[in-house]
């Protein structure tokens, strides 16, 4: 074999290895997700036709390696007193074996392909050196015919201005440089957010170890705003007990005068809000630590696996929401129910207590909700659909309360036809403040 390929990896271990993902993800998470990144890279390798040689650190722990990527490679540790002295003599101790060509990876890459490898190898065939650069400044591979100690020496690393000092410095001693496909380090919980939404929209990186170790760790934030909601506070308690080492809860008071505050388990976080539903959740996702916002009124009765279902959802959507049924028999309120779920589905409007849940980078993107008394979900839902997203919908839906509703079926339809007429005078342009002024509070 002519041509080598090096991993420069450290051992995955836990507390040692992906830290500037903590607290994000717990230690055993980073050492399980850089474990999936090594099983993505060792794929794409094993495809080309080289050696493959794994530098690591540290040097005692070599075992644990070969157990994720097999006995077939050659294992050395990892020599020198600076990051770019230990490339160089990596580089230098496989070149030094009389490979024609050598190309070095990292590992914060599990998007690397066979193709850029390739690429790297070919690029050698008229160049000294070869790049693949790195979207923050860096690069995730370097590719020579013989050790070149000037893309090395005094550098320091982890600035974004790295791949460019080291290619002035290389071009001012006349080398040759190739570069092959820009790609996207992940080195913090942003850039894991920003994977799960380049492989959202592939379907074929969707089966990769990478993309499975971050949709089963999609971490779900549930956010509830509360005022005044004795009567329903326990029961939305007593459905997401057993949710909560499993994902994050917080209940967002908005002033409560009653006795909401003194019945929710001492289990759950509390934050307190000026009152007002938008104030409410915009304060509760600010707070919040999740991937993906979850927003549900406490009058909600949920699917026992909601939040698979959620999690689901959010593999090919960035906004999503549950069907609706009412805990009425009433045929207006069945009828309610169909029109609602038709105009999520196929006009792409959904509302609050149909439980809205969203990436939290779009969330943030798009301004939070609107700081409005009313018409805060309807006015986002808006802007979604203005922006072209798509809303995916659960499997199963939602059932809530309809104590909005007036009992007798007259007055069931004069409120639907009212609360029409409000969302088409706020189309229209009318003033919040009136619209407002029309919409009862039922606490």
């Not at 794994?54 to 600076?82: H, M, R, W």
């Not at 370097?142 to 000092?165: C, S, W």
């Not at 209940?251 to 007002?276: A, H, M, R």
Request: proline fraction near 3%; charged fraction near 30%; charge should be positive.
């Amino acid at each position: 074999m002519e041509r080598a390929i090096i991993i420069f990896t450290r051992v995955p271990l836990a507390g040692k290895t992906k830290t500037r993902m903590m607290p994000a993800l717990t230690p055993m998470e980073c050492e399980q997700l850089h474990i999936s990144f090594l099983k993505d890279i060792k794929q794409e390798c094993e495809k080309v036709s080289t050696d493959i040689f794994v530098a690591f650190t540290p040097e005692d722990k070599e075992k644990k390696l070969v157990k994720i990527l097999g006995d077939d490679k050659i294992y050395f540790s990892q020599k020198g007193n600076d990051f770019g002295e230990k490339m160089y003599n990596a580089i230098k101790f496989v070149l030094d074996k009389n490979y024609k060509s050598c190309v070095l990876i990292g590992t914060d890459i599990p998007e690397i392909k066979k193709e850029y490898l390739e690429n790297a190898f070919k690029g050698l065939n008229n160049k000294d050196i070869v790049f693949g650069p790195t979207k923050d400044g860096g690069y995730y591979l370097v590719g020579m015919n013989k050790p070149i100690e000037e893309a090395f020496k005094n550098q320091i690393y982890g600035k974004g201005t790295v791949l460019e000092n080291t290619v002035f410095r290389l071009k001012n001693k006349n080398f040759k440089i190739e570069y092959v496909k820009e790609l996207s380090d992940i080195d913090t919980i942003d850039d894991l957010r920003k994977f799960r939404n380049r492989i959202r929209e592939n379907r074929k990186e969707q089966k990769t170890e990478s993309s499975k170790f971050v949709y089963s760790n999609n971490k779900v934030s549930i956010i509830i705003p509360i005022y005044n909601e004795e009567s329903t506070i326990e029961y939305i308690q007593k459905q997401l007990y057993t949710f909560k080492d499993k994902c994050e809860i917080i209940f967002v008071d908005g002033g409560s005068s009653d006795n909401t505050l003194n019945l929710i388990d001492s289990n759950f976080t509390v934050i307190n809000s000026e009152k007002g539903r938008a104030n409410q959740m915009n304060l509760g996702a600010e707070k919040s630590t999740g991937d993906t916002l979850f927003f549900l009124h406490s009058d909600s009765k949920l699917p026992s696996d909601f939040l698979m279902q959620i999690k689901e959802v959010m593999k090919k959507y960035r906004v999503g929401c549950f069907g609706i049924i009412f805990d009425s028999k009433n045929f207006f309120m069945f009828a309610c129910r169909i029109i609602s779920n038709f105009r999520a589905k196929y006009r792409r409007i959904i509302f609050g207590d149909q439980g809205i849940f969203i990436d939290r980078d779009l969330f943030f993107e798009l301004g939070m909700y609107p700081n409005l008394p009313i018409m805060e979900d309807y006015q986002f839902s808006l802007s979604l659909r203005d922006k072209g997203f798509k809303v995916g919908i659960t499997k199963d839906r939602i059932n809530t309360s309809d104590r909005r509703y007036p009992k007798k079926t007259i007055q069931k339809l004069k409120l639907m036809w009212k609360m029409y007429k409000l969302r088409k005078m706020y189309r229209n342009g009318v003033d919040i403040n009136i619209l407002s002024n029309n919409y009862k509070d039922i606490r």
